[in-house]
């Protein structure tokens, strides 16, 4: 039950886009198409952003967006916006009823 | 509207144990899997356990298998955790979550665990 590897950090100005990683293994992320994705700001429980990889509960803008291919996930926010400034945290499922989160990366909007 | 609230959190010993409870509210609790997850201070997420709807499967992390068990009561839509032998790396805020689509698609506001002597 190894935490997934997620980069530490990534900025990008207002209206630019980020894209965050989330390498797993052939265990977890490559495994099942079970990888979300969390939004937490300082001080707060954290959002779910996405579900089953690209999918954006309602309420959620639509310029959040996931994918995935092979082992690794990726979370992609377009169009930043100040109030995306946040750290983020993948999760996946892993078998036999367990899950892994990611080690989290902070984004900042420059 | 969903509602997940912690209880039971609070200083302890090395050693010790307590009982976290999580009140259910504004869903079929006994229809959702939960979950636990806790985050130490100025850390990241770390999954802890989870629990089926009716309760007769449960998973565990590595870390806190043996020590941590994980129940739920349907008639009282409470979910728990008890934990024993707390270790000062135990010590985090926990959250409960319910489980949709197998994503935690709802959070508590998390109840405080401090280990130390």
């Known amino acids: 039950q190894s935490a997934l590897t997620q980069p530490p950090s990534a900025s990008g100005s207002p209206g630019q886009s980020v894209t965050i990683s989330c390498t797993g293994t052939?265990?977890?992320?490559?495994?099942?198409?079970?990888v979300s994705w969390y939004q937490q700001h300082p001080g707060q429980a954290p959002k779910l952003m996405i579900y089953e990889v690209s999918n954006r509960p309602s309420g959620v803008p639509d310029r959040f967006s996931g994918s995935k291919s092979g082992n690794t996930a990726s979370l992609t926010v377009s169009g930043l916006q100040a109030e995306d400034e946040a750290d983020y945290f993948c999760y996946s499922y892993a078998g036999s009823d367990t899950f892994v989160f990611g080690t989290g990366t902070k984004v900042t909007v420059l | 509207e969903v509602q997940l609230v912690e209880s039971g959190g609070g200083l302890v010993q090395p050693g010790g144990s307590l009982r976290l409870s999580c009140a259910a509210s504004g869903f079929t609790f006994s229809a959702s899997w939960m979950n636990w997850v806790r985050q130490a201070p100025g850390k990241g997420l770390v999954w802890v356990s989870r629990i089926k709807s009716d309760g007769s499967r449960t998973g565990y992390a590595d870390s806190v298998k043996g020590r941590f068990t994980v129940s739920r009561d349907n008639a009282k839509n409470t979910l728990y955790l008890q934990i024993d032998s707390l270790r000062a790396e135990d010590s985090a805020m926990y959250y409960c979550t319910r489980e949709n689509r197998v994503a935690a698609d709802s959070w508590g506001q998390g109840t405080l665990v401090t280990v130390s002597s």
């Open positions: 052939s265990s977890d992320v490559g495994a099942y198409n079970y």
